[in-house]
């Protein structure tokens, strides 16, 4: 049964323009992108990209329709099935309950130079590894809105990643995973997108289940970072808030349907509280609803320390990690070990 465009959450002046272009009904706009639907019915961009959302989750198309059809004990099958992504540090994929998420949404929230991006650029490469060698053998699209990603740290990432596989080779099995698994196509299976401001990602992520529907093998979608176009030129703070609970949502239902992980980088920000300042994450404690999990990445004196402060499953954990020439890594045991105890001693000596 066809929908008239009436029926859809848009203001009577957006209505008025999509019926007087010619568009009577959901079904006439399904196929249409948010450039076109903005050329045909004289609507800014972001009109025509909250249009095509409307239609997606009102008008019976996109992911919607397919996660509203699962039942309980689909999704608790799908629940045990997901696997998830490893980090390359042992501690935090223990903290995290094996790795990323697959399925889920996960916010990296922390201040410039933490090693936020150097992290999503690890599970880019990590998400690859075969699963011979405990890995998904998945795909990424990289959705990049600051211009912090960097190809020749990619490279070397990457090939710390087939280095360590190499070296675990017993089977014949890894022996032929190896053979597919090289610096080279690790970046043709990192699908790259730049956005400049936040109706080109909104627009982005509209044409994305496209995308992931001829490209079944993504398990992983980054955006790096969630917070830098919401930030910009934002004079209305209910807008910028209805935009984000609608991009919340989609991110949500892309997680569910396409089976992958979404990973979410966010700013710092201060606000004050009983008259001290303190630094808490960038877009709103409303947005903070919104991901599964957090982790907040921050510095303790020189040691980075990551601590997941919401999840479902294991709030309240911390670990130490380090930024190395092959990527995230833990850190050395026994220098670990050595900073505790000099924390300890300066505790006790008064430094």
Avoid at 17 to 39: E, I, M, R, W, Y
Avoid at 239 to 262: D, E, F, K, P, W
Avoid at 287 to 294: I, Q, Y
Wanted: glycine letters at 8%; one cysteine or more; proline letters at 3%.
């Amino acid at each position: 049964m066809q929908r008239s465009v009436f029926s859809l959450s848009l203001s009577p002046s957006v209505k008025r323009k999509l019926v007087n272009a010619g568009f009577q009904f959901t079904n006439d706009l399904l196929h249409l992108k948010p450039v076109q639907l903005s050329k045909e019915a004289t609507l800014s961009q972001l009109e025509a990209l909250e249009v095509l959302q409307a239609v997606r989750k009102e008008g019976g198309g996109g992911d919607a329709g397919a996660s509203s059809s699962l039942t309980a004990l689909d999704l608790l099958q799908k629940e045990q099935d997901l696997r998830r992504i490893v980090t390359f540090s042992s501690q935090l994929d223990a903290a995290l309950g094996g790795g990323l998420p697959v399925g889920k949404t996960t916010e990296i929230c922390g201040a410039p130079g933490v090693g936020k991006t150097q992290l999503c650029l690890q599970l880019a490469v990590d998400v690859q590894v075969p699963q011979c060698f405990g890995g998904i053998g998945g795909q990424v699209v990289y959705i990049d809105t600051e211009g912090s990603f960097l190809l020749q740290r990619v490279v070397d990432i990457a090939t710390a990643a087939v280095q360590h596989c190499s070296l675990l080779v017993e089977d014949d099995e890894q022996r032929v995973a190896m053979t597919t698994f090289t610096v080279e196509t690790i970046l043709s299976n990192t699908f790259l997108v730049r956005c400049h401001d936040y109706v080109e990602l909104l627009a982005e992520l509209h044409l994305l289940p496209d995308f992931l529907s001829d490209h079944p093998r993504v398990r992983l979608l980054v955006i790096d970072s969630v917070a830098f176009p919401f930030r910009q030129h934002f004079e209305d703070l209910s807008q910028r808030t209805r935009l984000l609970n609608g991009l919340a949502q989609q991110l949500i239902a892309m997680a569910t349907s396409h089976n992958m992980a979404v990973l979410m980088t966010n700013q710092m920000t201060t606000r004050l509280r009983g008259g001290q300042s303190q630094q808490v994450p960038a877009l709103g404690e409303t947005w903070g609803h919104a991901p599964t999990s957090r982790l907040l990445l921050h510095w303790a004196g020189s040691r980075r320390l990551a601590a997941i402060f919401k999840s479902p499953d294991h709030t309240g954990a911390t670990v130490q990690y380090q930024i190395t020439s092959e990527g995230f890594r833990d850190i050395d045991q026994s220098e670990q070990t050595h900073t505790v105890q000099s924390t300890a001693s300066q505790r006790d000596t008064g430094h």
